[in-house]
């Protein structure tokens, strides 16, 4: 059987990994600065991690939500405690799609209602009412499109009351920073103002911190940079350091009932003891506060390098913007310097979504290959 032709591949298989590091099948050495889609976030194979995942998988690996998982509540506890929301409810899922899904039903729930205000460029997952909520329209089948969602440009407050004022919308979805579309970061006072009036309107706030989440902007979550609070936040990606999981924070005036939600996966022994291990690591060995700081001189050098028009992000978040499209540029650095970047729906702009745990030494080398990328490019 052949798979699925979807994805366009690289000619790299890689069959090991340490730290920031690959290495594929003919013993080269990788720099990965993209976590497969930001999704390493302690770094690969972490000892810790392998460890306490092969503790349980030798004990038990799954159960159905029919039964008590007591991983489920340590793990919660432990969420609560790193990012402050201790007050908000756990739901667990597998996947960041199904976490946006699950966020936006929750609401649509609560309100009776079935409108969504989300942003230019948006990207929440290609699953029913998540991609009908990323503006991205390739994407989109027409079993997608119910007119559910209208889109405003990010960071615009002008009209952006107006689409409360309709009185039909139940949620407003916006990422805690723009990823896929190439590192867009709402001003604050722009989350401020939809904060208010989301409250003003009895609308829920959904923040999808699937890619910014778990400690990569410097802050557990990015919207907190901004001071405010979600009703709901989504998580995934870097929640798992690779084994699948996702989750919604839910906010104390959501009301649970038997039935409301549910999920075989969700919530399983193996992927709780994965995103407990991650929670451990990020707090033992102060990786938000390390992702905050090592960002820093990182991207005064970035800035400063030919080409380069804007470097937008928070923490190791980071968006490079040059004057030309990267596309060329990003093949360099993987196949002449052996460094994984990412890309954007931003033709001009490289994703940079390293392990929070990168060392400067990392750092530098890519510096060092990009100064000489961009001197032959430009
Ligand atoms: C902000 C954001 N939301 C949702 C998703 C969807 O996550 P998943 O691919 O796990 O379904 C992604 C994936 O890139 C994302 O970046």
């Given at each position: 059987?052949?798979?699925?032709?979807?994805?366009?591949?690289?000619?790299?298989?890689?069959?090991?990994?340490?730290?920031?590091?690959?290495?594929?099948?003919?013993?080269?050495?990788?720099?990965?600065?993209?976590?497969?889609?930001?999704?390493?976030?302690?770094?690969?194979?972490?000892?810790?991690?392998?460890?306490?995942?092969?503790?349980?998988?030798?004990?038990?690996?799954?159960?159905?939500?029919?039964?008590?998982?007591?991983?489920?509540?340590?793990?919660?506890?432990?969420?609560?405690?790193?990012?402050?929301?201790?007050?908000?409810?756990?739901?667990?899922?597998?996947?960041?799609?199904?976490?946006?899904?699950?966020?936006?039903?929750?609401?649509?729930?609560?309100?009776?209602?079935?409108?969504?205000l989300?942003?230019?460029?948006?990207?929440?997952?290609?699953?029913?009412?998540?991609?009908?909520?990323?503006?991205?329209?390739?994407?989109?089948?027409?079993?997608?499109?119910?007119?559910?969602?209208?889109?405003?440009?990010?960071?615009?407050?002008?009209?952006l009351e107006a689409h409360f004022l309709?009185g039909?919308l139940?949620?407003v979805?916006?990422?805690?920073?723009?990823?896929?579309?190439?590192?867009?970061?709402?001003?604050?006072?722009?989350?401020k103002k939809i904060r208010s009036l989301c409250s003003k309107h009895k609308v829920v706030l959904?923040?999808?911190?699937?890619?910014?989440?778990?400690?990569?902007?410097?802050?557990?979550?990015?919207?907190?940079?901004?001071?405010?609070?979600?009703d709901?936040?989504?998580?995934?990606?870097?929640?798992?350091?690779?084994?699948?999981?996702?989750?919604?924070?839910?906010?104390?005036?959501?009301?649970?009932?038997?039935?409301?939600?549910?999920?075989?996966?969700?919530?399983?022994?193996?992927?709780?003891?994965?995103?407990?291990?991650?929670?451990?690591?990020?707090?033992?060995?102060?990786?938000?506060?390390?992702?905050?700081?090592?960002?820093?001189?990182?991207?005064?050098?970035?800035?400063?390098?030919?080409?380069?028009?804007?470097?937008?992000?928070?923490?190791?978040?980071?968006?490079?913007?040059?004057?030309?499209?990267?596309?060329?540029?990003?093949?360099?650095?993987?196949?002449?310097?052996?460094?994984?970047?990412?890309?954007?729906?931003?033709?001009?702009?490289?994703?940079?979504?390293?392990?929070?745990?990168?060392?400067?030494?990392?750092?530098?080398?890519?510096?060092?290959?990009?100064?000489?990328?961009?001197?032959?490019?430009?």
């Amino acid at each position: 059987m052949k798979l699925f032709d979807v994805y366009p591949l690289y000619d790299i298989e890689p069959v090991r990994a340490e730290g920031e590091f690959l290495w594929d099948s003919k013993g080269d050495r990788y720099l990965d600065l993209y976590g497969g889609h930001a999704v390493i976030s302690i770094g690969h194979s972490h000892p810790y991690y392998i460890q306490k995942v092969t503790e349980q998988l030798n004990k038990i690996g799954f159960y159905s939500n029919s039964v008590n998982i007591p991983l489920q509540k340590e793990l919660a506890d432990k969420l609560g405690l790193i990012s402050g929301y201790n007050d908000y409810s756990l739901f667990l899922i597998n996947s960041g799609a199904e976490a946006v899904e699950n966020a936006l039903k929750l609401a649509s729930f609560k309100t009776g209602k079935k409108k969504v205000l989300a942003f230019s460029k948006a990207f929440h997952g290609r699953t029913s009412a998540a991609v009908e909520v990323t503006e991205n329209l390739a994407i989109q089948a027409p079993i997608n499109r119910n007119g559910h969602c209208v889109f405003h440009p990010l960071n615009k407050i002008d009209g952006l009351e107006a689409h409360f004022l309709q009185g039909d919308l139940s949620s407003v979805i916006i990422e805690g920073i723009q990823g896929v579309a190439g590192v867009n970061v709402p001003d604050n006072d722009f989350l401020k103002k939809i904060r208010s009036l989301c409250s003003k309107h009895k609308v829920v706030l959904i923040l999808d911190e699937i890619q910014s989440g778990h400690g990569r902007s410097g802050k557990f979550f990015a919207h907190q940079h901004a001071d405010v609070k979600a009703d709901i936040i989504c998580m995934a990606k870097g929640m798992g350091n690779g084994f699948p999981i996702g989750g919604i924070l839910i906010s104390p005036d959501f009301e649970a009932s038997h039935g409301l939600l549910g999920t075989t996966f969700g919530g399983n022994h193996l992927a709780c003891a994965a995103a407990i291990a991650v929670l451990d690591v990020i707090r033992s060995e102060n990786l938000i506060k390390h992702a905050g700081e090592i960002a820093v001189p990182f991207s005064q050098e970035l800035e400063s390098m030919p080409g380069v028009t804007e470097v937008r992000g928070k923490g190791l978040m980071i968006g490079i913007e040059f004057d030309y499209n990267i596309d060329k540029l990003r093949k360099k650095l993987l196949f002449s310097h052996q460094i994984f970047t990412g890309n954007s729906s931003n033709k001009n702009t490289i994703r940079i979504l390293p392990t929070l745990n990168i060392s400067s030494s990392s750092l530098d080398m890519f510096l060092e290959a990009l100064k000489k990328e961009v001197s032959v490019v430009v």
